[in-house]
């Protein structure tokens, strides 16, 4: 039977495990609280049979340190050979053959040392002796054997488990990276082709613009590779973008933001704001509106954090999660991968108001 990387850990020990200085004390714990119990109830059973505490001393003395020297072996001998993914008959059938050889020596031993101790004893229980005591440790190594491998087994599908897990984790980890990489080539794309349209006609508004862009893209540098940043941190960011797009636009273009002081700290993914007011530019700048104000609101209530960004302007179709490619369905998986069930989206008309509104609830998970 095959053992994954948990359950070797916890099996190979004597020779490769301490040279490595990677012995499992957990194992090492058990076995020796385990035979030292026996050692006690064995102490007890042998008094009770030969009515004899030295007799009853001396086997226990010789007996069950033996026991726990075969034992560790095979534990160690299984560790060692865990790798060469032995089939599991193969493995019960010499589980079998080494308790059965195990039995039949600690018997033999402990029927010398009886010869030696309590000749008269044997009398009592003629030609069972031997046989009782062969019992006794067959009995005694399969319920070992059975726990051994019982433990093995659950320790084999937790590793199983965990590596699973970490392969998800990381998985996920490389996706958030892809959908964190295409923010901002979509952003710099769209602001360069913006400025070299502006060169020739208004040279002045494209070299504010590139100033701008050139104070954006050293703030997220900064912040490259974090995946995380405070919610006052995003409200900056969000607020340089509207910045630089306000330059693009012959219509005045604010931001204006109604903070609740206690989200100020809270951490959330990178760039989430600027996917919203990405959004409130790119559709509600379709409005009439001469003035075009993008309002950032947010509220805590309880673990909820809450998150408002509406633009003036009618929402021309509703919003499909499944079905968005841009830079709204980008968030929204970002946001599933932090925060799982967690999260919830909405984008809805109030009014003549477009509104885009996130519910966050508890901390990001870390990948």
């Not at 309880?302 to 830079?327: C, T």
Request: one cysteine or more; proline letters at 4%.
């Amino acid at each position: 039977m095959a053992l994954s990387g948990g359950a070797s850990m916890i099996l190979t020990s004597i020779g490769q495990g301490l040279s490595q200085g990677e012995s499992s004390p957990g194992f090492w714990r058990a076995q020796i609280v385990g035979w030292l119990f026996l050692a006690v109830i064995g102490y007890f059973i042998r008094l009770a049979v030969f009515g004899n505490a030295v007799a009853a001393f001396w086997l226990t003395l010789a007996l069950e340190p033996l026991a726990f020297v075969l034992t560790s072996a095979a534990a160690v001998l299984h560790g060692r050979r865990s790798a060469k993914a032995d089939a599991p008959i193969l493995v019960l059938a010499c589980a079998v053959l080494l308790c059965l050889a195990a039995s039949a020596l600690l018997a033999s031993i402990a029927y010398a040392i009886n010869h030696l101790l309590l000749p008269d004893v044997i009398g009592a229980i003629p030609g069972n002796q031997y046989r009782l005591g062969f019992i006794y440790y067959m009995g005694i190594l399969s319920i070992w054997t059975l726990i051994y491998f019982g433990v093995s087994a659950e320790l084999a599908a937790r590793a199983d488990r965990m590596s699973k897990m970490k392969a998800e984790t990381r998985s996920l980890r490389l996706e958030l990276e892809h959908l964190q990489l295409q923010i901002e080539p979509h952003f710099l794309f769209n602001s360069l082709n913006t400025i070299v349209a502006e060169i020739a006609d208004r040279p002045a508004v494209a070299e504010e613009m590139t100033r701008r862009l050139a104070d954006y893209l050293r703030y997220s540098l900064d912040r490259r590779g974090r995946g995380l940043c405070r919610l006052e941190e995003d409200i900056e960011a969000a607020q340089a973008y509207v910045r630089i797009q306000a330059l693009r636009f012959e219509r005045q273009l604010e931001c204006q933001c109604q903070i609740d002081p206690a989200t100020l700290k809270i951490n959330i993914p990178h760039m989430t704001l600027q996917g919203l007011t990405e959004n409130a530019i790119k559709h509600g700048m379709r409005s009439e509106h001469d003035r075009f104000v993008i309002h950032i609101r947010t509220r805590l209530q309880g673990d909820l954090l809450i998150i408002e960004v509406d633009n003036p302007g009618q929402l021309q179709a509703p919003f499909d999660l499944v079905q968005s490619g841009g830079g709204l369905g980008n968030l929204c998986r970002r946001l599933a991968l932090r925060y799982a069930d967690r999260y919830e989206f909405s984008l809805n008309q109030r009014g003549d108001l477009t509104v885009a509104e996130i519910r966050l609830r508890g901390e990001p998970a870390p990948l």
